[in-house]
T-cell receptor, first 114, second 114 residues
Framework: KAGVTQTPRYLIKTRGQQVTLSCSPI?????VSWYQQTPGQGLQFLFE???????NKGNFPGRFSGRQFSNSRSEMNVSTLELGDSALYLC?????????????FGPGTRLTVL | GENVEQHPSTLSVQEGDSAVIKCTYS??????FPWYKQELGKGPQLIID?????GEKKDQRIAVTLNKTAKHFSLHITETQPEDSAVYFC?????????????FGQGTTLQVKP
């Protein structure tokens, strides 16, 4: 079974721009969660999608948004980029029927904001 | 609010020794506790998890223990090898609810010296 894939792997943007990151979950998984990883704040939960619906959201500003498609693939968007948005963005997929399902992470997208 | 404290932040051991990493969680409703290993340039890899109805779980050289009364759980790695060197994260979630949101500890950098 293929693992979680994320594209692109690396991105360089400038302040004020917007960016869209993509995540393809493991086949059969219906839940996709997004996390931001930085050296200072560690791994922080952004949001979770299950069956195309956002079912939980972390404490991030509205510039961070996401969506999930009918094939369970998910995208996240960050608008009006700030320097502090530079981070590794990780997505994780799970079967999603309950919160105790194992979550498997992709390799991440490294975003650098200049 | 929800919080997971992880200690130590760095751990250096000789090859063949044991390593122990400890985590404490704040939300008594948490009942799913995964551990992840993250190598440089990769996403976190699930190595073992435990649910609240179990006190201990083993998988070869790795074991996890859970004390729900004290709200802490630990990762034990025996007979450490250089390839165990990585950053380890503990996490907690409401396993019984309709969300996969994970709250992560700050991570432990494990160095195994040959």
């Amino acid at each position: 079974k293929a693992g979680v894939t994320q594209t692109p792997r690396y991105l360089i943007k400038t302040r004020g721009q917007q960016v869209t990151l993509s995540c393809s979950p493991i086949s059969g998984h219906r839940s996709v969660s997004w996390y931001q990883q930085t050296p200072g704040q560690g791994l922080q939960f952004l949001f979770e999608y299950f069956s195309e619906t956002q079912r939980n959201k972390g404490n991030f500003p509205g510039r961070f948004s996401g969506r999930q498609f009918s094939n369970s693939r998910s995208e996240m968007n960050v608008s009006t980029l700030e320097l502090g948005d530079s981070a590794l963005y990780l997505c994780a997929s799970s079967l999603g029927s309950t919160g105790a399902n194992e979550q498997f992470f992709g390799p991440g997208t490294r975003l650098t904001v200049l | 609010g929800e919080n997971v404290e992880q200690h130590p932040s760095t751990l250096s051991v000789q090859e063949g020794d044991s390593a122990v990493i400890k985590c404490t969680y704040s939300d008594s409703a948490s009942n799913y506790f995964p551990w992840y290993k993250q190598e440089l340039g990769k996403g976190p890899q699930l190595i073992i998890d435990i649910r609240s109805n179990v006190g201990e779980k083993k998988d070869q050289r790795i074991a996890v223990t859970l004390n729900k009364t004290a709200k802490h759980f630990s990762l034990h790695i025996t007979e450490t090898q250089p390839e165990d060197s990585a950053v380890y994260f503990c996490a907690a979630s409401h396993g019984s609810s309709n969300t996969g949101k994970l709250i992560f500890g700050q991570g432990t950098t494990l160095q195994v010296k040959p």
